[in-house]
Nanobody, 123 residues
Framework: QVQLVESGGGLVQAGGSLRLSCAAS????????MGWYRQTPAQQRELVAD???????NYVDAVKGRFTISRDNDRNTVTLQMNNLKPEDTGVYYC?????????????????WGQGTQVTVSL
């Protein structure tokens, strides 16, 4: 079993910054893609940014130039630095990881989600 624990959400004024962190733990052999998704009452959960183990990042157009995703593969963590925040960035942010779990000799690929952290950007 694998657990993802998120931290770093909160309330910030427009133009401010927040940093989200997510740490994966458990029976992890390796992790493929790690990323962040956002969900609001009006929209289903959608990708914000993700990154492969090799470091290739992918961002939704709305956050390009403002958000930066980074990983520490040794610590199984992923961070989302969010700058110049806008009210439309408000939502619950979820960490997701595609995890090879088990042992080196026998592992299976499964996706895990964190519990979510609220980000609220006020005018």
């Amino acid at each position: 079993q694998v657990q993802l624990v998120e931290s770093g959400g909160g309330l910030v004024q427009a133009g401010g910054s927040l940093r989200l962190s997510c740490a994966a733990s458990g029976s992890i052999v390796s992790i493929g893609v790690m990323g962040w998704y956002r969900q609001t009452p009006a929209q289903q959960r959608e990708l914000v940014a993700d990154q492969t183990a090799g470091g290739s990042g992918n961002y939704v157009d709305a956050v390009k130039g403002r958000f930066t995703i980074s990983r520490d593969n040794d610590r199984n963590t992923v961070t989302l630095q969010m700058n110049n925040l806008k009210p439309e960035d408000t939502g619950v942010y979820y960490c997701k990881a595609d995890v090879w779990e088990g042992t080196t000799w026998s592992s299976t690929l499964k996706s895990y989600w964190g519990q979510g952290t609220q980000v609220t950007v006020s005018l």
